[in-house]
Every structure is written in structure tokens, then in C-alpha cells.
């Protein structure tokens, strides 16, 4: 069994800053591509960051230049560095990551339970 916990949305004004984590717990084997998307109340869930196993990072128009994805494959955990927060980044956090379990070496793709940021003065 692996899990997704994500941790440190929060209330921040406009203009701040926040770094969500995303911890992987259980029997991993390894871990390959990983994401965040959001969903907004009323809208559809977006992609917005990645870090594949390879080492590039990606991430969508809207956060270029303001967020920043990483991961610490030590601690089996990524994260997503956000300046310069907007409103319009107000939404539910999510994480996805591609796992490999250590017990029968199968991929599979999981989500976490998500965390709420709200941007707001």
C-alpha cells in the first residue's frame, strides 16, 4: 500500500509565499514522474508542475516563473515552491506520482487527498 499525504497549504495573502510537500509512504520500490494539479471551486482540475525521474522539470503557462517543483528522493517526498501567489492560484493541491512497490514491482499511479491554498487579502 502507498500513500500521498500533502502537507503545507494554508491562507496567504497576495503576493506571498508557500511551499506545499508531498510525502510517499509505503512499499516503494522507486518512484518515477511525479506532479501537482489543482481544482478550483466550479472549474476543472489543471496540471500544473512535474518532475519526472529524468531530472527535467515542467510546469504550466499560468506558473512559469513563479512556482518551482522539486523532489528529495531520499525522503521520497516533492515539493512545489510558490511566489508571487494570486488570487486566481486559490484552489485545492494535489499530487501524483508514478510508483514502482517494492512487493510485486508493478506500476501504478496514485493521488493524494489534497491541500487547500487560498490567496486572499
Known amino acids: 500500500q502507498v500513500q500521498l499525504v500533502e502537507s503545507g497549504g494554508g491562507l496567504v495573502q497576495p503576493g506571498g509565499s508557500l511551499r506545499l510537500s508531498c510525502a510517499a509512504s509505503g512499499s516503494i520500490l522507486r518512484i518515477n514522474d511525479m506532479a501537482w494539479y489543482r481544482q478550483a471551486p466550479g472549474k476543472q482540475r489543471e496540471w500544473v508542475a512535474a518532475?519526472?525521474?529524468?531530472?527535467?522539470?515542467h510546469s504550466a503557462d499560468s506558473v512559469k516563473g513563479r512556482f518551482t517543483v522539486s523532489r528529495d528522493n531520499a525522503k521520497n517526498t516533492m515539493y512545489l515552491q510558490m511566489n508571487s501567489l494570486k488570487p486566481e492560484d486559490t484552489a485545492v493541491y494535489y499530487c501524483?506520482?508514478?510508483?514502482?512497490?517494492?512487493?510485486?514491482?508493478?506500476?501504478?499511479?496514485?493521488w493524494g487527498q489534497g491541500t487547500q491554498v487560498t490567496v486572499s487579502s
Open positions: 501524483n506520482a508514478d510508483v514502482v512497490d517494492r512487493p510485486t514491482v508493478v506500476r501504478r499511479t496514485y
Open positions: 518532475i519526472p525521474s529524468g531530472g527535467s522539470t
